[in-house]
Nanobody
């Protein structure tokens, strides 16, 4: 059974960088042909795909976030990490990590087979 667990600070100040880590158990993040995504859901809105890192280590980003987002991985720890710079209150959301077979660029597809439970991030001074 694959499990994903998000971790990171729940409160970030405006203009700072948000960093979240997704720890995966029960399967390797380097296994063919899985993609590991970050998805967020602001209050009262739908889920937004932010970006993904592939089994190969290649990264893919939403065009709307491309200038602020960076996703990396540590295969020795079986973790992948989201960094979102210059955050504003509009970045407040529940942040999820999820797995798919093949790259998905939407936050609502049923093709994500495993999800983390989500972590709330607030942006406030």
């Amino acid at each position: 059974q694959v499990q994903l667990q998000e971790s990171g600070p729940g409160l970030v100040k405006p203009s700072q960088t948000l960093s979240l880590t997704c720890t995966v158990s029960g399967g390797s993040i380097a296994s063919n042909y899985y993609y590991w995504s970050w998805i967020r859901q602001p209050p009262g809105k739908g889920r937004e795909w932010m970006g993904a890192i592939a089994y190969s280590g290649s990264t893919y980003y939403s065009p709307s976030l491309k200038s602020r987002i960076h996703i990396s991985r540590d295969t020795s720890k079986n973790q992948f990490t989201l960094q979102l710079s210059s955050v504003t209150p509009e970045d407040a959301a529940v942040y999820y990590c999820a797995r798919s077979v093949g790259l998905q660029t939407t936050g609502t597809t049923p093709l994500y087979d495993y999800w983390g439970q989500g972590t709330q991030v607030t942006v406030s001074s």
